[in-house]
Structures are given as structure tokens and as C-alpha cells.
């Protein structure tokens, strides 16, 4: 058999493959291709920044995690926010590698449907006959994602959507989600065929009502910049600041960008160019305005901040060395995120806060594994290739799996976790959540921690 190349190798195509099924990589990596998606623009209006933060979020996660996407949408829409500002709807979805569509007629029928509120009627007879059409909502701070049976008798006016970015972002990667579960079809997974929701303002409280999201950090510093970096980095760059150049950003990565981080990174194109992490994610935010600073060395143990420090630190590393100096660099509010640890939980989300009630170096989960921890569990599809490192990560060919929509999720929650102090509600020391059973569990804030916040734009 020969093995894919690390550096090429689609990583969420290897997460496709369900145990057993396929027995070579390369029958993954063909089952993958003929994977496809629709996303459906809906009839509310284009110039709204969360409609306009749901569609490219839907489109750009879609064309990560299956063969072929299709995009219902007006092209000749200008987008008035985010990554693809001053650019039309249809120059974004040429760009990721999506294509877009007049209408449902030529999609096959057997491919999902993520639906961004109320279809257009000429649209509607054209989706009923469907085997799974997800609608995604948003308002407030609540993302949701329902399946619509019948598109018949569903009351339009509840398919609006609101104006609260965060929640949009994060309902579109959700939708994303439910709809990549739906064609894996694993044993047991209902994904696809059940209503979901998640209240980024309380997690652990659904139907609270949270206020307007009308403040965010000042400053933030983002540590890794690979799958959960670059998330961290698209949610930021669709947040409502009216002057983004008073909102430092710094970027710490010392690694290259290859071509298999597309599918999991945001930010990096299908065949990227020879460059650092730190410069594709730092022209990005640039080219919207924000104040980037660069950092391309590892976290040290004698890095300090002082006192007066004012940055959000956000981590998305793969290693236990660099999460244990967290508490001792100084940082006034520091969110770790970290995902799942192979096929059966990539969609496992768990975010830890510091100041906490232990510093980090003393996290029980983080302390080196004992001598002898058994390996993976081996199946046919991954044999050549899994294994297990000291942090618990399935490596394929030395290289992490995942799924770009996961790390969106991700990143909505540890933006919501930064910012939720500041408008009057509870930080959470440690979230534990699990897309696929949807089971969360969250510990309140021992420290409080309130970060120099920036009033955004409101409408």
C-alpha cells in the first residue's frame, strides 16, 4: 500500500472513513470525493453581516469536509463584512473551491441540504422531496439546527435570523456538522435527523437570554495557528469592531503551511504558498484592518507578560509542554482549546480557562501519561498510519485529523468564553462537549476575569 504523503493527505477524508469500511486509504480518500453538500442561501437580506458570516462559514467549512459543494446563492451580492468584504458572493465560494448554482435541479437528490433560513419559494417543491434539508438559526447567543421534514406548512417567520454574528458562525459550522454526520451515518449517530442547539451566552442553561453582544477584548494573542488557530482567526476577523486597527493581535506559530492543512485550517488555501503560519493569518487580519504583531518562536518557559498585560491569550496547541507554562506566563485570561482524540470523537470540544482553580502545570489531564499506555485500537482503514502520541492525538503519518467545522465550533465557544465576562455573565474554568452525543458539562469560573474590552458596531 502506498502512503499518502502528511503534507498532502486530506485529513477530514480520513475521518470520512467509518471502521472496517473501506480497507486502503486510498478507498477513503475516493469515498470522500464523492461526497457532496448543498448550502442554500435563504431569502433574508445579503447585507446583514451574521447572514453574511453564516453563508461564507457554511460554504468554506463544506468545502473542507466534503468531495463537492454546491452553493444556492445570489453571486451578484456584495459581502459587506468579514474575510470576503468588498467582494462578491460569487468570487468567495470560486475561491473555496465550492461552485455555485441557480437552483436544486441539477444537485443530486441524496445530498444533504444546510438551509440558511427561509428558502426562496421557487426553491421549496425542490427541497421537500429531500432525505435530509437542515435549517440553521440563529438569535441571541443560541445556535440551532433542526431537520425540516416538510417544507410545506413550515411558518417562514421563524426561519428569520437574528444580527448576532457569534451565534451565526457558530450555527452555520453546526449545520456543517449535522450534515457531515448525516452522510458518515455511523452506527448508533442520529446527526442530521435530530434538532441540536447550542447557547454560546450558557452553556449549560439552554433558553437563557443573554444581552446584546455589544463589547469584545481589546487585545488578544493567539498561540497555534493550525486547525483551532485559524478558527480562532475567522471568527475573529467577522467581529463588529468599528475601528479594528486599535485591536492588537499577536501570532505565535513557528510552522509552514502544507497543502493538508487546508482541509482543516480556514485560512489556508487548497495549494498554499511556502509561508509561515504567522504571515497567511497575519495578512489576513491585516487586509481588514487589525494591528498584527508576530511571533515565530515556541512558547518559552521564561516567557512572561507583565502585569499591565492586556491580551487574551488563545491556545490551540497539540502538545503538553506548552499548555503547562499557561498560568506561568502571566496572561490575565488564557482559553485552551483542544478536540478529540480520533474517527469515533473528532467532534469532541474541551476548553479550559486560566486563572483557574489549579495552574495549569497541575492539571491532572495534562501530566505525563505513565510508561506502557496501550495504543489505538487498530482497524483496516488506518492501520499503516494511527497511532497515539503523549497527548493523546491520533497522528495520521505524524499529522492530526479533524474537521475545519469542529474547530469553527470550537472557536465560537472560546470567543464567547473571552468575552462573556465582560457583559456580566459567568466564565466556566473547564467545558467538555460532545457534538456527536451532544452531551456537555461545564465547571463555573473559580477566578473571575475581566479583559479591557472594545465596544463593537451594533445595529
Given at each position: 500500500m502506498?502512503v499518502?504523503?502528511?503534507?498532502?493527505?486530506?485529513?477530514?477524508?480520513?475521518?470520512g472513513?467509518?471502521?472496517?469500511?473501506?480497507?486502503?486509504?486510498?478507498?477513503?480518500l475516493?469515498?470522500?470525493?464523492?461526497?457532496?453538500?448543498?448550502?442554500?442561501?435563504?431569502?433574508?437580506?445579503g447585507?446583514?453581516?451574521?447572514?453574511q458570516?453564516?453563508?461564507?462559514?457554511?460554504?468554506a467549512?463544506?468545502?473542507?469536509?466534503?468531495?463537492?459543494?454546491?452553493?444556492?446563492a445570489?453571486?451578484?451580492?456584495?459581502?459587506?463584512a468579514?474575510?470576503?468584504?468588498?467582494?462578491?458572493?460569487?468570487?468567495?465560494?470560486?475561491?473555496?473551491?465550492?461552485?455555485?448554482?441557480?437552483?436544486?435541479?441539477?444537485?443530486?437528490?441524496?445530498?444533504?441540504?444546510?438551509?440558511?433560513?427561509?428558502?426562496?419559494?421557487?426553491?421549496?417543491?425542490?427541497?421537500?422531496?429531500?432525505?435530509?434539508v437542515?435549517r440553521?438559526?440563529?438569535?441571541?447567543?443560541?445556535?440551532?439546527?433542526?431537520?425540516?421534514?416538510?417544507?410545506?406548512?413550515?411558518?417562514?417567520?421563524s426561519?428569520?435570523?437574528?444580527?448576532?454574528?457569534?451565534?451565526?458562525?457558530?450555527?452555520?459550522?453546526?449545520?456543517?456538522?449535522?450534515?457531515?454526520?448525516?452522510?458518515?451515518?455511523?452506527?448508533?449517530?442520529?446527526?442530521?435527523?435530530?434538532?441540536?442547539?447550542?447557547?454560546?451566552?450558557?452553556?449549560?442553561?439552554?433558553?437563557?437570554?443573554?444581552?446584546?453582544?455589544?463589547?469584545a477584548?481589546?487585545?488578544?494573542?493567539?498561540?497555534g495557528?493550525?486547525?483551532?488557530?485559524?478558527?480562532?482567526?475567522?471568527?475573529?476577523?467577522?467581529?463588529?469592531?468599528?475601528?479594528?486597527?486599535?485591536?492588537?493581535?499577536?501570532?505565535?506559530?513557528?510552522d509552514?503551511?502544507?497543502?493538508?492543512n487546508?482541509?482543516?485550517?480556514?485560512?489556508?488555501?487548497?495549494?498554499?504558498?511556502?509561508?509561515?503560519?504567522?504571515?497567511?493569518?497575519?495578512?489576513?487580519?491585516?487586509a481588514?484592518?487589525?494591528?498584527?504583531?508576530?511571533?515565530?518562536?515556541?512558547?518559552?518557559?521564561?516567557?512572561?507578560?507583565?502585569?499591565?498585560?492586556?491580551?487574551?491569550?488563545?491556545?490551540?496547541?497539540?502538545?503538553?509542554?506548552?499548555?503547562?507554562?499557561?498560568?506561568?506566563?502571566?496572561?490575565?485570561?488564557?482559553?485552551?482549546?483542544?478536540?478529540?482524540?480520533?474517527p469515533?470523537?473528532?467532534?469532541?470540544?474541551?476548553?479550559?480557562?486560566?486563572?483557574?482553580?489549579?495552574?495549569?502545570?497541575?492539571?491532572?489531564?495534562?501530566?505525563?501519561?505513565?510508561?506502557?499506555?496501550?495504543?489505538?485500537?487498530?482497524?483496516?482503514?488506518?492501520?499503516?498510519?494511527?497511532?497515539?502520541?503523549?497527548?493523546?492525538a491520533?497522528?495520521?503519518?505524524?499529522?492530526a485529523?479533524?474537521?475545519?467545522?469542529?474547530?469553527?465550533?470550537?472557536?465560537?465557544?472560546?470567543?464567547a468564553?473571552?468575552t462573556?465576562?465582560?457583559?456580566?455573565?459567568?466564565?466556566?474554568?473547564?467545558?467538555?462537549?460532545?457534538?456527536?452525543?451532544a452531551?456537555?458539562?461545564?465547571?463555573?469560573?473559580?477566578?473571575?476575569?475581566?479583559?479591557?474590552?472594545v465596544?463593537?458596531?451594533t445595529?
Open positions: 502506498n499518502p504523503d502528511k503534507d498532502t493527505v486530506h485529513r477530514t477524508a480520513l475521518l472513513a467509518r471502521d472496517g469500511t473501506h480497507p486502503t486509504i486510498e478507498a477513503a475516493d469515498a470522500h470525493a464523492a461526497t457532496g453538500i448543498a448550502v442554500v442561501a435563504g431569502t433574508q437580506p447585507r446583514q453581516a451574521a447572514y458570516a453564516a453563508l461564507c462559514t457554511a460554504m467549512t463544506a468545502a473542507r469536509a466534503f468531495g463537492s459543494t454546491r452553493v444556492v445570489d453571486g451578484d451580492d456584495v459581502l459587506t468579514g474575510p470576503y468584504r468588498g467582494r462578491t458572493v460569487a468570487d468567495a465560494v470560486a475561491a473555496e473551491g465550492a461552485t455555485l448554482a441557480a437552483d436544486l435541479q441539477d444537485i443530486p437528490a441524496h445530498w444533504p441540504v444546510v438551509l440558511l433560513g427561509a428558502p426562496d419559494p421557487a426553491l421549496r417543491e425542490r427541497l421537500s422531496p429531500r432525505r435530509v437542515l440553521v438559526a440563529w438569535k441571541g447567543w443560541t445556535a440551532s439546527v433542526r431537520p425540516v421534514m416538510g417544507l410545506a406548512d413550515e411558518n417562514t417567520e426561519m428569520e435570523n437574528g444580527e448576532d454574528v457569534l451565534a451565526a458562525l457558530c450555527a452555520a459550522a453546526l449545520g456543517v456538522h449535522e450534515a457531515f454526520g448525516a452522510v458518515q451515518a455511523r452506527p448508533g449517530s442520529d446527526a442530521g435527523y435530530r434538532p441540536i442547539s447550542l447557547d454560546l451566552w450558557s452553556p449549560t442553561e439552554e433558553g437563557t437570554t443573554g444581552p446584546p453582544f455589544t463589547h477584548p481589546a487585545s488578544w494573542w493567539l498561540i495557528l493550525g486547525h483551532l488557530g485559524q478558527a480562532n482567526a475567522w471568527v475573529l476577523s467577522w467581529l463588529p469592531y468599528p475601528d479594528p486597527t486599535r485591536v492588537r493581535v499577536v501570532l505565535q506559530d513557528v509552514t503551511a502544507v497543502e493538508a487546508h482541509s482543516t485550517g480556514m485560512l489556508t488555501p487548497r495549494r498554499p504558498a511556502q509561508v509561515r503560519k504567522t504571515r497567511l493569518v497575519a495578512a489576513h487580519l491585516d481588514l484592518g487589525f494591528d498584527t504583531h508576530i511571533i515565530e518562536q515556541r512558547l518559552h518557559p521564561t516567557t512572561r507578560v507583565p502585569p499591565e498585560d492586556t491580551h487574551v491569550a488563545l491556545l490551540g496547541v497539540d502538545n503538553l509542554e506548552t499548555r503547562r507554562m499557561i498560568s506561568a506566563v502571566g496572561w490575565n485570561l488564557a482559553i485552551d482549546a483542544g478536540l478529540g482524540a480520533g469515533a470523537d473528532f467532534n469532541a470540544i474541551q476548553l479550559r480557562r486560566f486563572p483557574a482553580a489549579r495552574p495549569s502545570d497541575h492539571v491532572p489531564a495534562w501530566a505525563d501519561p505513565p510508561a506502557g499506555t496501550p495504543e489505538l485500537p487498530r482497524n483496516s482503514a488506518f492501520d499503516d498510519l494511527s497511532r497515539r502520541d503523549a497527548c493523546g491520533v497522528q495520521l503519518a505524524g499529522t485529523v479533524g474537521a475545519a467545522f469542529v474547530g469553527v465550533i470550537a472557536a465560537c465557544l472560546t470567543l468564553e473571552a462573556r465576562p465582560l457583559l456580566g455573565g459567568t466564565g466556566l474554568d473547564v467545558l467538555s462537549l460532545h457534538l456527536g452525543s452531551d456537555l458539562e461545564a465547571a463555573p469560573a473559580s477566578r473571575p476575569s475581566i479583559p479591557v474590552a465596544q463593537l458596531t445595529h
